[in-house]
């Protein structure tokens, strides 16, 4: 499991940071629409390279 630490939640600057968990079912592309974000913001402050590989209780940052 991927846990967020507070240096994870630091390198994504301005705004508010919102931990999400992935869930059964969950896609980065679901995930982006849901929270209104782009894919693309999504991976950069996750650092994922592969948007097809993310893990159910994996857990995101989210930037508002």
């Known amino acids: 499991m991927n846990k967020l630490t ?4 630091s390198e ?4 508010t940071k919102i931990p999400y ?3 059964a079912g969950d896609t980065l592309n ?3 629409q849901k ?5 693309a913001d999504l ?3 996750n ?3 592969d948007a097809n590989l ?5 857990q995101l940052v989210i930037k508002y």
């Open 35 to 39: 929270k209104n974000v782009s894919v």
């Open 12 to 15: 994504v600057s301005g705004g």
């Open 54 to 58: 993310i893990r159910v209780g994996q």
């Open 6 to 9: 507070d240096e994870m939640l």
């Open 30 to 32: 679901a995930i982006a």
């Open 43 to 45: 991976m950069r402050w």
């Open 47 to 49: 650092n994922i390279q």
């Open 21 to 23: 968990v992935v869930e």
